[in-house]
């Protein structure tokens, strides 16, 4: 599957009442084009940035997974994931930030910040770092549920990427975005 310019394509499938898994869900892959490296650590590195969301029957809108990532907007102010619309101009901010010179510094990250309410706890929201991103939903609810790939800022035209699903939803095997 590919992905063009600032484009959004969805995937519709049918979670059935009496399904013996509880545990619903969907993830994104793609391979990125090469980053240059970029100072601070905190500026998005993706080339070609896809986001996925997953629609609920209802019409909830679920985000994936992603580590203490606040995103701000262009005056530094925290974005709402819904107003992370393509196109906007973002920055990430991380409550720690990761040495660029790990032989010479040392990449203490202090152990309160990975539990409870850490700053890296895991929590879900729209994620510009990374290039895999995963939807899950315990007790999913029965109907129809729909799965969104969105080209949030693909400056190099085209994007291949892979969307799995579990329990296996009924995708289609080759698309495209036009």
Known sequence: MHCEGFSLREFSHYHPAGMPRTLFGEGLA???VEAATQSPATTPRLINNLDLELVAPNGTV???WQLGQTILDA???PIADIDQVPGTSIQVQLPINPTTTPATNNDYVPANALTGTGAW???TGKD???NVEQVFIANA???RWTARVIGF???TSAQDYSLVGMPYPDLPRTCGIQ
Do not use: E
Request: hydrophobic share 35%; aromatic share 10%.
């Open 121 to 123: 706890v895991a929590g």
């Open 153 to 155: 800022d693909i400056p």
């Open 128 to 130: 510009h770092l990374n």
């Open 62 to 64: 679920m985000y994936p």
């Open 141 to 143: 609810q029965v109907g």
């Open 30 to 32: 793609w391979d990125d």
């Open 75 to 77: 005056d530094g102010d």
